[in-house]
């Protein structure tokens, strides 16, 4: 039996879509259904644009009927984040303080997407702001992860991570605050790009110098990763940082395991933790053990690497305190636990001098990385410490595995991912293996400032060498692949 369209990438539709030989609309009622057949234990969405997304796709048909040279993405269903702005469709933030809000205007991030010929058709859930790396809200209940709901799907860009991992279309836009894209890539099994901070424009956060947050790219394969980062990349005059890099498209090597010959790289199977478990520490090193049997060189990690990452905690509490403090009085009865304590000011530990503090040891941050790329190309570390938590997991709480309490979340579970918000740098998670009890493993691969060409090749080439996209949770319906 052939393959559903809603199981194949966006890189193979795309032919097929340009040349007519399938219909947008053919292509978009597939995933719907998709959708409406399985979303419901998972919670992928918090809003699917059904009529719209169904419009849109009949218009992109007629158009390249009536011989409109087709865009590079025509027809090809994404998703949005719901803490990114989609015209015509909710923005909600998952909070009960923005029910009802719609956007009037598309962030520049969808609007490229949009004049690439991709159709919006949903947006995903998060948690409440994005203030967490798990993802339930009071307004949207609890996502769950698609290859076992006893789990998280990670957060914040939990919805994302599901709908790419369980086929409910190819491209999803995400965010990225201190690992929200890559961390439910990980515990979903999907590819997952935190850019270089600029690379695509953010122009509408309130924080155009200080935010920690990038608009990210997620899907079931590099290629289509690498699809729609092409399509969102390149400067905007209302986005300072964004004329940094380049617009110019990045392209994978045709034979991405030879471009392995000569890579340079360091790899830490921890970092700030003292603990990783060890099906996560197996599969990382496999992956290694291959990477260096494909002609790369393993360098000797510096000396001394030690990233303050409670630092880039109070820079990011400090910008959602200012963006969405002055919402506890009326609505804080009725928001997320957590997000209300994050929004909550302390005037004992916020203060002035702490946030000055923090300012300057992002800088510090930042010369700590680029140490890391003294004579290495990229550096390579697992993307969380374990696999998926269980769906009880607190944001505050510790990581207990087996009874033993190893630390605080942050400081235990996702050390890997934060310093790549606070530096800057490029940073991308894909699936390297399984847990014995069914779960996936993420792998973590960070590179300098705009070398996300690089990146995606080594990806690419890891994806080779251990293949993943034809994996599919049992809730996807993987028995129709048969």
Not at 7 to 25: C, D, H, I, T
Not at 116 to 126: C, E, L, Q
Not at 170 to 177: A, E, M, V, Y
Not at 394 to 414: E, K
């Amino acid at each position: 039996m052939s393959m559903p369209l809603w199981s194949r990438s966006a890189a193979e539709l795309l032919p097929e879509l340009r040349s007519g030989a399938l219909k947008a609309e053919t292509l978009m009622r597939s995933v719907l259904g998709q959708i409406e057949a399985r979303n419901a234990p998972v919670k992928a969405f918090s809003h699917v644009a059904t009529d719209s997304a169904l419009d849109a796709a009949r218009e992109a048909d007629r158009k390249l009927s009536s011989g409109t040279e087709p865009g590079p993405l025509h027809g090809l269903p994404f998703s949005v984040k719901d803490l990114v702005a989609v015209a015509g469709m909710p923005l909600e933030y998952a909070s009960h303080a923005f029910a009802g809000q719609v956007a009037d205007a598309d962030a520049e991030a969808v609007a490229r997407l949009r004049r690439a010929g991709a159709i919006p058709f949903a947006k995903s859930t998060t948690p409440e702001f994005g203030h967490k790396v798990l993802t339930d809200s009071p307004r949207q209940g609890i996502s769950r992860n698609p290859w076992n709901t006893d789990y998280s799907c990670g957060g914040s860009s939990g919805g994302a991570a599901i709908a790419a991992a369980m086929g409910f279309g190819p491209l999803h836009l995400t965010s990225d605050g201190a690992g929200s894209g890559r961390i439910p890539a990980s515990c979903c099994g999907v590819v997952g790009l935190k850019p270089s901070w600029g690379a695509v424009p953010h122009e509408t956060t309130t924080d155009l110098f200080g935010s920690l947050t990038c608009l990210g790219q997620m899907g079931r394969t590099v290629a289509d990763v690498a699809l729609m980062f092409n399509a969102m990349k390149g400067p905007d005059r209302r986005d300072p940082l964004s004329f940094g890099g380049s617009a110019d498209p990045v392209r994978l090597p045709d034979d991405p395991v030879a471009a392995l010959k000569g890579l340079r790289f360091r790899y830490a199977p921890r970092t700030l933790n003292h603990w990783v478990a060890p099906a996560v520490e197996a599969a990382v090193g496999e992956t290694v053990e291959r990477l260096l049997s494909a002609g790369a060189e393993r360098m000797a990690m510096p000396d001394d690497i030690a990233f303050d990452t409670p630092s880039a905690l109070v820079l990011m509490r400090a910008y959602q305190h200012a963006r969405f403090g002055s919402l506890l009085e009326e609505h804080g009865e009725r928001m997320d636990r957590t997000a209300r304590l994050g929004l909550t000011f302390q005037p004992e530990a916020q203060t002035y001098t702490r946030l000055a503090h923090a300012q300057r040891a992002r800088s510090e941050i930042y010369r700590q990385v680029e140490r890391l790329f003294d004579g290495a190309d990229v550096f390579i570390t697992p993307t969380v410490a374990t696999p998926a938590l269980p769906i009880g997991q607190q944001s505050d709480g510790p990581l207990v595995v087996d009874g033993i309490d190893h630390g605080p979340l942050r400081d235990a579970w996702y050390p890997y991912t934060i310093p790549y918000n606070a530096s800057g740098h490029p940073a991308l998670s894909l699936p390297c293996g399984m847990s014995p009890d069914g779960l996936p493993i993420g792998l973590q691969i960070v590179g300098r400032w705009h070398s996300e060409a690089r990146l995606l090749g080594v990806a690419a080439a890891i994806e080779a060498l251990k293949p993943w996209a034809a994996n599919w949770p049992a809730l996807s319906g993987k028995e129709q692949h048969s």
